[in-house]
């Protein structure tokens, strides 16, 4: 079975350009969240999609960034414009359901590299 | 003040010792406490998590936690070269999101 796969690994942007990181869940899986980790830092939850709706988005840092998942599959997070602050990994994780979290049944992919020059 | 707080090393023992990762957090509230381990280039996976206070082992690694102190540890025995990663503390807020420390970096020197 395929894990949670996440494209592009790495982007290297100019600052006030615009990127799209994609993330791809695990089948069958309705829980999806987006993670970030700047240079650092610890890894700071951002937001939680159930199906295509978002249950929590308040680690958001801004307006310059909008989360997507059409269709409840695969979901979208995109940052425009670009700053250098936005530089880090973003980590994508799904879930079966909400409460696999408390038993360990969240997976985590390989996350996207950012590089904002 | 941080809601979790790890040192993040780096911490470099030689094979066979027993290593010692800790954190403390700040929210009494928290119930659930997660030890991920991160590979280079790799998504955190979980290794073990507890329920409240007490210990909870698993072959080479034991995770406790002290709810009145504030602080949860994880005790890597007979460590072996493939334990060299990150090691992060994560708490359960609410039911769903996790409040990560910033990890601490092992390596495990044969």
């Known amino acids: 079975e395929a894990g949670v796969t996440q494209f592009p690994s790495h982007s290297v942007i100019e600052k006030g350009q615009t990127v799209t990181l994609r993330c791809d869940p695990i089948s069958g899986h309705d829980n999806l969240y987006w993670y970030r980790r700047v240079m650092g830092k610890e890894i700071k939850f951002l937001l939680h999609?159930?199906?295509?709706?978002?249950?929590?988005e308040s680690g958001m840092p801004n307006n310059r960034f909008l989360a997507e998942r059409t269709g409840g599959t695969y979901s979208t997070l995109k940052v425009q414009p670009a700053e250098l602050e936005d530089s880090g990994v973003y980590f994508c994780?799904?879930?079966?359901?909400?409460?696999?979290?408390?038993?360990?049944?969240?997976?985590f992919g390989e996350g996207s590299r950012l590089t904002v020059l | 003040q941080k809601e979790v707080e790890q040192d993040p090393g780096p911490l470099s023992v030689p094979e066979g010792a027993i290593v010692s990762l800790n954190c403390t957090y700040s929210?009494?509230?928290?119930?659930?406490f997660m030890w991920y381990r991160q590979y280079s280039r790799k998504g955190p996976e979980l290794l073990m998590y507890?329920?409240?206070?007490g210990n909870k082992e698993d072959g080479r690694f034991t995770a406790q936690v002290d709810k009145s102190s504030k602080y949860i540890s994880l005790f890597i025995r007979d460590s072996q070269p493939s334990d060299s990663a990150t090691y992060l503390c994560a708490l359960i807020q609410g039911a769903q999101k996790l409040v990560f420390g910033q990890g601490t970096r092992l390596t495990i020197n044969p």
């Open positions: 507890t329920y409240s206070s």
């Open positions: 994780a799904s879930s079966p359901r909400a409460d696999s979290t408390l038993t360990g049944e969240l997976f």
């Open positions: 929210n009494s509230a928290f119930q659930y």
């Open positions: 999609f159930v199906k295509e709706s978002k249950q929590d």
